[in-house]
């Protein structure tokens, strides 16, 4: 079996089978918060406008927020039940998100759906607006608009969707639950994405430490026209897209390029299995399978409504095993620390990582030690090295000239280093004040 793979990359907690088998054979579990806390920020682009207010009566499903901006998209409510409040709460950007908190009735009743039939026979025509208002984005953790994704502009063309089910990241298994128990929605969403943008390929890309759900997808996506499984190799980040598109098409997405300039579109297992729901159920993107592990009493994959409080998911899990040192949104490796345990789970929440006080100590920084290994296994062909000592001098556009903002902050070059140099956090700092420049100019 030929496995694809890209130059570069590291293999993160290999002896702990990357920290997957607390979790990797727990079937899915819906849990329902009686409080929910809905941000209406947590795409990328304009947050939306809540369109309720306190004391409304909603139903599962409605729409609570309006899209604001090209790329924007709406927010619907995961409950039906109460509006409690429109507040704000420090979450994972610098300033304080807006959100809108509905109580619980325990109906579950659903606002009126518009299914539009079959993902092989829907006008295509009418494939990214259902996308759009239901309120899809990225589920791996991007949090992209998919509708703006597949709105392809004119002189571009795509070849090749490509389903990213690599679930490269440590400790989380939600993605490959997924594909084990609803693979016929995820190779429908497929479907629907290609019609839109007249790809004439689709490939499902999948690790090789998941030969599980490799059969389960080939299954499913056995008798459909021109649509295949990848197989790839187990390692970090196989996941991201310009690694997808380099393994699998052997394409390289040019410098401070996009997917679509390598005729190629990425989208998640949960993204695509979101889009199958949109067109031939009308639902909304309204909960997202999460992976609740590390220092928790019962590690599980969740069916999570989307706003469910952190702590309330923990709690299913039957609470913490340890004092928590640090809670993280996703993997070891790429995975945001949450302020609290009262933040909500959004869209892109495909895990809750709950570290020790001993597993969150940040080692300390020592010299460079010039040994290379930062280079070596950079997947975008970067310097890490060079690049740190830039920004510590504070060259800020000598970075930029040797292309930080390529830097997709894997953390591969922190993970490798001997000395513990705090490389990947320096290059977000770094593309940080690159993008705040270009606003000021702008």
């Known amino acids: 079996m030929k496995l694809f793979t890209f130059r570069g990359g590291v293999h993160p907690l290999k002896e702990k089978q990357a920290g997957k088998t607390a979790t990797c054979a727990k079937p899915v579990r819906e849990f329902t918060a009686q409080v929910v806390y809905i941000p209406v920020d947590m795409h990328i682009g304009a947050p939306s406008a809540p369109c309720v207010k306190k004391g409304d009566t909603v139903l599962m499903g409605q729409k609570i927020a ?58 295509q025509e ?17 949090c992209f608009p998919t509708h703006a994704k597949l709105n392809i502009p004119e002189g ?31 190779v429908k969403g497929l479907i629907a994405a290609m019609r839109a943008v007249n790809a004439k390929r689709g490939v499902i890309a999948i690790e090789n430490n998941k030969l599980d759900a490799i ?18 190799k187990t390692k970090y980040p196989q996941g991201g897209e310009k690694q997808l598109i380099d393994a699998v098409l052997g394409r ?7 997917p679509m300039d390598a005729n190629a579109v990425v989208i998640n297992v949960g993204t695509s299995k979101a889009v199958c729901e949109a067109i031939e159920e009308g639902k909304p993107l309204i909960s997202r399978i999460t992976t609740v592990t590390g220092a928790v009493k019962e590690p599980d994959n969740l069916l ?17 095993a340890e004092t928590p040192g640090k809670i993280l949104f996703g993997g070891t490796m790429t995975g945001n620390a949450i302020p609290s345990d009262n933040v909500p789970v959004t869209k892109a929440n495909n895990g809750i990582v709950v570290l020790t006080e001993k597993e969150a100590i940040i080692p300390k920084e020592d010299p460079c030690i010039r040994c290379g290994r930062c280079v070596d296994v950079c997947p975008i062909y970067l310097k890490p090295n060079e690049l740190k000592v ?28 001997p000395a513990r ?18 606003r000021k100019k702008a």
């Open 215 to 232: 059969a389960s997808m080939q299954k499913a996506a056995s008798g459909k026209a021109n649509i295949e499984v990848a197989v790839l």
């Open 126 to 142: 009418l494939i990214v607006p259902a996308i759009k208002e239901a309120g899809i984005c990225g589920m791996g953790g991007a």
């Open 66 to 123: 309006d899209a604001v901006g090209g790329i924007g998209i709406p927010v619907h409510a995961s409950v039906s039940g109460v509006v409690k409040e429109v507040g704000t709460m420090q979450m994972l950007r610098s300033m304080a998100s807006q959100y809108i908190a509905i109580e619980n009735d325990g109906k579950d009743e659903w606002t009126e759906l518009k299914p539009l039939g079959s993902v092989e026979t829907v006008p």
């Open 252 to 258: 390289q997405v040019p410098s401070g390029g996009l």
């Open 421 to 438: 140099r705090l490389l990947t956090p320096a290059f977000k700092e770094g593309k940080d004040k690159l993008a705040m420049m270009r």
């Open 156 to 186: 571009k063309f795509i070849d090749t969707v490509i389903v990213n089910g690599a679930e490269c990241e440590t400790y989380l298994t939600a993605d490959h639950r997924l594909m084990l128990e609803e693979p016929e929605k995820v």
């Open 304 to 320: 999570l409504r989307i706003g469910t409080p952190v702590i309330d998911a923990v709690n299913a899990c039957g609470g913490y």
């Open 390 to 417: 830039k920004l510590v001098l504070g060259r800020l556009e000598e970075a930029q000239k040797k292309h930080l903002e390529d830097c997709i902050l894997c953390g591969a070059c922190s993970y490798i280093c």
